[in-house]
């Protein structure tokens, strides 16, 4: 793994706008990076990231089975009780998944390690899957990278069979806050690829979402919702006015409601309960569990329901080397063995590794000369050299 400074294309501004892309910038910071590419050699990305990636999520589902199975991992994962019956009916009917990312500290001189799965409203999709495509392509017509060289990126393609698999020929409303510019390009992404795989599409903001009179979610057309995709978090979702309406609702939502299990920073220590000593995994407990004082005084905190870097704290020898605010941790916390990220010419990177129904297919990677990726950190294209 090699970190390769490079030229920018001349027009790369204007090509991400053409395509959509329109925060490129943020702040009047870089988001997307092509100042340099992070290069892999084949065994690292076959046998390094995209195994332990399907053998992750396999172990997660494990997860999601026991949970199912017993009401005290629900509890530990701090589930509120009123939804379990929503999760296990979800995951009785064999709910659908469309993706998910995991994110790894990887430097290519030992096993990734899973820092935390992104399981129910991941971004920097269209990022990953279209526009460093481009790049490639267009760096390579352009001498700025070797000819030949490839990108481990099948995540367009499986995206739209994977949307073939859940439904034929249907109806799909995406849902989500469309005023945020991100979650907009994946909303709208998702949209097309949907189209793709030959469904008709709704789109609307999920505060315009209805209920009729006999319980069932409708479109501002009064239309059935009968598959929806909502790129908003379930914990939020299941605390919404409507939130108690879904379960009677025959709506069908991707990503299904089981993967409430999944997106919480529990599932960390359960996972190394369950796979103790697993290479690809770090000792992780959850705070009010004497076994936590395993980890000594090193260790990140994480909140159990967190986003994008927020209230996670950096804990060396007993002093916070590093803290990001946020609104969450009212839960309670984990904490995780402190495994410093790599750095690559001042630059920590976090590799998201994507998963589309159960096929790994895809590398993300964002770097920060901060150690905890956040919202603004940037994103860098890779090559397979």
């Known amino acids: 793994m090699q970190r390769i400074a490079c030229p920018e294309r001349d027009d790369w501004q204007s090509t991400a706008e053409n395509a959509g892309f329109a925060f490129h910038t943020l702040d009047g910071a870089r988001y997307w990076d ?27 589902l494990e ?7 017993d009401e005290s991992v629900l509890r530990r994962l701090r589930i509120p009780q009123a939804c379990w019956r929503i999760l296990t009916e979800s995951w009785g009917r064999s709910d659908t998944t469309l993706y998910g990312r995991f994110d790894f500290s990887f430097s290519g001189r030992g096993p990734a390690k899973l820092l935390e799965y992104n399981a129910d409203t991941p971004t920097s999709l269209f990022e990953a899957a279209v526009f460093q495509w481009t790049w490639l392509e267009q760096a390579m017509e352009r001498q700025i990278i070797p000819k030949n060289v490839d990108q481990f990126n099948s ?46 599409t709704t789109s609307l903001e999920i505060e315009r979402i209805g209920v009729d009179g006999a319980g069932q979610f409708v479109d501002l057309d009064n239309r059935r919702i009968a598959l929806a995709f909502k790129l908003y978090p379930w914990e939020w979702m299941l605390r919404d006015s409507f939130g108690s309406k879904v379960q009677a609702a025959s709506t069908r939502w991707v990503e299904p ?38 980890l000594g005084n090193s260790y990140v905190r994480k909140p159990i329901y967190s986003r994008e870097g927020a209230n996670i704290e950096l804990v060396s020898g007993g002093t916070a080397l590093d803290q990001q605010g ?29 998963i589309v129904g159960d096929q790994a297919c895809g590398l993300s990677i964002r770097e920060d000369e901060n150690p905890i990726t956040g919202n603004t950190s940037r994103f860098v294209p890779h090559a397979i050299l």
């Open 34 to 60: 092509e100042r340099a590419y992070y290069a892999f050699t084949l065994d690292e990305i076959e046998q390094q990231i995209e195994a332990p990636t399907g053998e992750i999520h396999a172990m997660c």
């Open 63 to 69: 997860l999601v089975k026991r949970a199912m199975n």
């Open 155 to 200: 995540i367009h393609d499986k995206l739209i069979a994977r949307w073939r698999e859940i439904a034929t020929n249907g109806h799909l409303h995406l849902t989500g806050l469309y005023d945020n510019p991100e979650d907009a390009v994946t909303l709208n992404y998702l949209e097309d690829t949907a189209r793709q795989a030959g469904l008709q």
């Open 257 to 294: 409601p089981w993967k409430v299990v999944l997106s919480n920073k529990g599932i960390l220590p359960l996972l190394w309960e369950m796979f103790p000593n697993h290479p690809n995994l770090l000792p992780a407990y959850f705070e009010d569990d004497a076994a936590a004082s395993k």
């Open 326 to 354: 946020g609104p969450y941790g009212r839960e309670g916390f984990v904490r995780q063995a402190f495994a410093p990220l790599p750095t690559f010419d001042g630059q920590y990177p976090v590799i998201g590794s994507w």
